[in-house]
Nanobody, 120 residues
């Protein structure tokens, strides 16, 4: 079955860096767009970054442009989110996402998330 497993979250000081990973299985990873979302307490889930199947096209939320980098390794079925110059407002649960069409039915798939805390 489809699985997305995030890792790499934790506590980081403002200005620090973290790298999140999302290991995917159960589908053909190399042909799928992948996305990172985040959700802070009391706020709606928001799209942070996306990457095309081969990694040649990326997009970012304005709030993270220039600080975060999404990348992927199709040989390892893994997508990454490198987060630099982190701010307190980056604190959230970060989720890996993809949209799959299986058995003629389209559906969003999500990991369970990894918690990122930004605090001194």
């Amino acid at each position: 079955q489809v699985q997305l497993v995030e890792s790499g979250g934790g506590l980081v000081q403002p200005g620090g860096s973290l790298r999140l990973s999302c290991a995917a299985s159960g589908f053909t990873f190399s042909i799928q767009f992948m996305r990172w979302y985040r959700q802070a307490p009391g706020k709606e889930r928001e799209l942070v970054a996306s990457i095309s199947s081969a990694g040649g096209s990326t997009n970012y939320a304005d709030s993270v442009k220039g600080r975060f980098t999404i990348s992927r390794d199709n040989a390892k079925n893994t997508v990454y989110l490198q987060m630099n110059s982190m701010k307190p407002e980056d604190a959230a649960v970060y989720y890996c996402n993809t949209f799959l069409i299986l058995s003629l039915r389209g559906q969003d798939y999500w990991g369970k998330g990894t918690l990122v805390t930004v605090s001194s």
